[in-house]
């Protein structure tokens, strides 16, 4: 289940383990959301703790709480 919140924030209500660890996000790095793959590509903007801000192609701008959400990390030739 998602709820969307007024600034465009995404947060989902069951847990999606398996993911990367927020430590090996960084800025500028491309990736998808597991769950999501309608959201296209997304290019990671900030990373403040477990809170990464990503700027998805389809979704415009989504705050993932990375304790919750499996991001795909992707390199140049799956972008």
Do not use: C, Y
Not at 42 to 65: C, M
């Amino acid at each position: 289940m998602v709820r969307r919140n007024a600034d465009r924030s995404v947060s989902h209500l069951a847990p999606s383990p398996g993911g990367p660890v927020p430590a090996l996000i960084e800025p500028g790095m491309r990736v998808r959301h597991s769950d999501r793959p309608d959201w296209g590509v997304g290019q990671v903007q900030s990373v403040i703790g477990d809170r990464i801000t990503v700027n998805f192609e389809h979704a415009g701008k989504v705050l993932i709480n990375a304790t919750r959400i499996s991001l795909q990390i992707l390199d140049d030739s799956d972008a």
